[in-house]
């Protein structure tokens, strides 16, 4: 199931773009899949050296542009235990991978050419612990495991890779998946001590196991349930999880049609449905009150809908998971009375849902958007529910809490359940398809259906977002680095503050928060208010988008 490459690998030919600079945003390094190319080359042989030095850890790579369409793509580097990468080899990588083609050539290698010019750009950051191309090859070596999704240009772009590790260090530790995998999947496998040295690790479905597994704790589900896959690659996995289960028959797939690039994410997958509130292809014509999830194209996030009696679309998006995850999570803590815990949120968040968590016991926190900020914030609890309301999160437990509750399951019913549910979700990353079978495993225990679940969960807030093309987003808004604060011009953020007061004492109360976008050069405004009145958000969008732009 793996691919190994040796050091005799040739390879893909890599055209070198030198005229533009790229960013690793929030989705990493987003771009075309031709320009994609050259990145992929440089950024491996900057991996190569940062792996190197970092004794007897998997690192990772995953290839694919997520909910986007099936011709862009994107990177993400995947640090040790299957998380986010460290900020400051990120700022590293970025410089290695804008760094002047011509120097880069005369230097003879990227390893001389860093050394000598490259260390001065970057003030703050510890050069030599974070990228040292002249450390020694060390005795318990680190290996790098890429993954790609079912994107066509996914597996080109993962040789790419693995072509500019070997250019850095040949004979480095190596592989990629044989088959696509989901993006958390490849964030379990790193995280999971999978290459031994990179050759003789156990086979990828048997690394999967104790993903899979916890599933057959699911005795009955409450409804017949269906999963609109994007087209993308969740569709290979979501089989592999239902052949686990006690009953199979309760859980269909759609939009599994895998490997055209025209219609991964096309009217289809979480995003497009919280995105416009409109029903996936293939889905709007099921009966009132069917229970449908939707994953994105790499499968990181999930969402559930449903059709009202009056047709209109309900969603269960992610504060709907955090919240009914978190709840789930505080009923059963009486056997762990200091355990501390949280649900992390962001600024995109249902008033709704933050005034819940204020009211609640537990710690409740907003976080900046992308998944890598809310997990910052999670790891200060012992148990955390993460969530963005795009569908992205999942639920971290310290080792020692989770041993603890490991121990009481053994007599006490509670935290058996509460041990079934954390064996579900992926500690690693947001996983759309664990999630899946997580809420599943939580409706089936509290015997919640489709219409239970709507009646006592909230009701969403009126809410509008809108994204407002500037020249450069980043000189044109600087927000704080959580993001609540908005920093500068501030002209403009004094108008848009005596508009809110304005507009307030006409429409009644709304909130509005604005930030430069991490993966598009645009400003995105968002607009909530517990009013009925569509048209008055429409109005106040309309002047806010007038003023900023
Ligand atoms: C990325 C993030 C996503 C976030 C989105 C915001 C990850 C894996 N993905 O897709 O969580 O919601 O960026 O996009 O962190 P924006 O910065 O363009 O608004
Ligand atoms: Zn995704």
């Given at each position: 199931?793996?691919?190994?490459?040796?050091?005799?690998?040739?390879?893909v030919?890599v055209?070198?773009?030198p005229?533009?600079?790229?960013?690793?945003?929030?989705?990493?390094f987003?771009?075309?899949?031709?320009?994609l190319?050259?990145?992929?080359?440089?950024?491996?042989?900057f991996?190569?050296?940062?792996?190197?030095?970092?004794?007897?850890?998997?690192?990772?790579?995953?290839?694919?542009a997520?909910?986007?369409?099936?011709?862009?793509?994107?990177?993400?580097?995947v640090?040790?235990?299957?998380?986010?990468?460290?900020d400051?080899?990120?700022?590293?990588?970025?410089?290695?991978?804008?760094?002047?083609?011509?120097?880069y050539?005369?230097?003879?290698?990227?390893?001389?050419?860093v050394?000598?010019?490259l260390?001065?750009?970057?003030?703050?950051?510890?050069?030599?612990?974070?990228?040292?191309?002249?450390?020694?090859r060390?005795?318990?070596?680190?290996?790098?495991?890429?993954?790609y999704?079912?994107?066509?240009?996914?597996r080109?772009?993962a040789?790419?890779?693995?072509q500019?590790?070997?250019?850095?260090?040949?004979?480095?530790?190596?592989?990629?998946?044989?088959?696509?995998?989901t993006?958390p999947?490849?964030?379990?496998?790193v995280?999971?001590?999978?290459?031994?040295?990179?050759?003789?690790?156990?086979?990828?479905?048997?690394?999967m196991?104790?993903?899979?597994?916890?599933?057959?704790?699911?005795?009955?589900?409450?409804e017949?349930?269906?999963?609109?896959?994007?087209?993308?690659?969740?569709?290979?996995?979501?089989?592999k999880?239902?052949?686990?289960?006690?009953?199979?028959?309760?859980?269909?797939?759609?939009?599994?049609?895998?490997?055209d690039?025209?219609?991964?994410?096309?009217?289809?997958g979480?995003?497009?449905?919280?995105?416009?509130?409109?029903?996936?292809?293939?889905?709007?014509?099921?009966?009132?009150?069917t229970?449908?999830?939707?994953?994105?194209?790499?499968?990181?996030?999930?969402?559930?809908?449903?059709?009202?009696?009056?047709?209109?679309?309900?969603?269960?998006?992610?504060?709907?998971?955090?919240?009914?995850?978190?709840?789930?999570?505080?009923?059963?803590?009486?056997?762990?009375?200091s355990?501390?815990?949280?649900?992390?949120?962001?600024?995109?968040?249902?008033?709704?849902?933050?005034?819940?968590?204020?009211?609640?016991?537990?710690?409740?926190?907003?976080a900046?958007?992308?998944?890598?900020?809310?997990?910052?914030?999670?790891?200060?609890f012992?148990?955390?529910?993460?969530?963005?309301?795009?569908g992205?999160?999942s639920?971290?437990?310290?080792?020692?809490?989770?041993?603890?509750?490991?121990s009481?399951?053994k007599?006490?019913?509670?935290?058996?359940?509460?041990?079934?549910?954390?064996?579900?979700?992926?500690?690693?990353?947001?996983d759309?398809?664990?999630?899946?079978?997580?809420?599943?495993?939580?409706?089936?225990?509290?015997?919640?259906?489709?219409?239970?679940?709507?009646?006592?969960?909230?009701?969403?807030?009126n809410?509008?977002?809108?994204?407002?093309?500037?020249?450069?987003?980043?000189?044109?808004?600087?927000?704080?680095?959580?993001?609540?604060?908005?920093?500068?011009?501030?002209?403009?953020?004094d108008?848009?503050?005596?508009?809110?007061?304005?507009?307030?004492?006409?429409?009644?109360?709304?909130?509005?928060?604005?930030?430069?976008?991490?993966?598009?050069?645009?400003v995105?405004?968002?607009?909530?208010?517990?009013?009925?009145?569509?048209n008055?958000?429409?109005?106040?969008?309309s002047?806010?988008e007038?003023v900023?732009?």
């Amino acid at each position: 199931p793996y691919r190994v490459f040796n050091r005799n690998y040739k390879g893909v030919s890599v055209p070198v773009d030198p005229n533009r600079s790229f960013r690793y945003g929030t989705a990493g390094f987003r771009y075309d899949a031709d320009v994609l190319q050259f990145i992929a080359n440089r950024a491996g042989e900057f991996f190569a050296h940062y792996a190197n030095q970092r004794n007897g850890h998997t690192y990772g790579v995953m290839v694919t542009a997520s909910h986007n369409k099936g011709g862009d793509n994107g990177l993400k580097f995947v640090g040790p235990y299957g998380g986010p990468l460290e900020d400051e080899a990120i700022k590293m990588m970025e410089e290695v991978v804008n760094y002047p083609d011509e120097e880069y050539m005369r230097m003879g290698s990227l390893a001389t050419a860093v050394k000598e010019n490259l260390g001065r750009h970057l003030g703050e950051v510890d050069f030599e612990r974070v990228y040292n191309p002249n450390a020694k090859r060390v005795s318990e070596a680190s290996c790098i495991l890429v993954g790609y999704d079912t994107r066509q240009s996914s597996r080109f772009l993962a040789d790419a890779v693995i072509q500019g590790i070997f250019r850095a260090l040949p004979g480095f530790e190596v592989a990629s998946t044989a088959t696509p995998v989901t993006t958390p999947q490849l964030h379990w496998l790193v995280q999971y001590p999978i290459l031994s040295g990179g050759r003789s690790g156990p086979e990828i479905d048997k690394a999967m196991q104790p993903l899979l597994n916890p599933v057959r704790n699911i005795s009955e589900f409450t409804e017949d349930v269906y999963v609109d896959c994007a087209n993308g690659v969740g569709a290979l996995l979501m089989p592999k999880y239902i052949s686990e289960l006690n009953s199979p028959r309760n859980v269909s797939v759609l939009n599994a049609n895998v490997g055209d690039d025209a219609t991964l994410n096309n009217r289809c997958g979480a995003d497009y449905v919280k995105s416009n509130h409109l029903y996936p292809q293939g889905c709007a014509d099921f009966p009132p009150m069917t229970r449908i999830a939707s994953l994105d194209g790499d499968a990181d996030r999930m969402l559930y809908f449903t059709k009202k009696e009056n047709g209109e679309i309900f969603l269960f998006d992610g504060d709907h998971l955090n919240k009914l995850f978190t709840e789930f999570i505080e009923k059963r803590l009486d056997a762990l009375p200091s355990c501390k815990l949280g649900t992390v949120f962001t600024g995109y968040s249902d008033m709704v849902m933050k005034q819940w968590a204020a009211d609640l016991k537990v710690g409740g926190v907003v976080a900046n958007t992308g998944v890598a900020n809310l997990i910052k914030k999670a790891n200060a609890f012992d148990i955390a529910v993460y969530f963005e309301p795009n569908g992205h999160g999942s639920v971290i437990v310290k080792k020692d809490v989770l041993r603890e509750i490991e121990s009481k399951a053994k007599e006490n019913p509670r935290a058996r359940e509460l041990l079934n549910f954390l064996e579900l979700v992926n500690p690693a990353i947001g996983d759309g398809v664990a999630n899946f079978f997580a809420t599943e495993y939580i409706l089936s225990v509290e015997g919640l259906t489709t219409r239970s679940w709507m009646e006592q969960t909230f009701k969403p807030s009126n809410t509008q977002l809108s994204a407002i093309r500037v020249p450069d987003k980043d000189v044109f808004l600087v927000a704080s680095e959580d993001e609540t604060i908005w920093l500068a011009p501030g002209p403009l953020k004094d108008a848009c503050k005596e508009l809110w007061q304005f507009l307030g004492t006409i429409f009644g109360d709304f909130t509005y928060f604005v930030r430069p976008s991490g993966t598009e050069n645009v400003v995105r405004l968002f607009l909530q208010t517990s009013n009925d009145h569509t048209n008055n958000l429409n109005v106040i969008n309309s002047v806010f988008e007038y003023v900023i732009s």
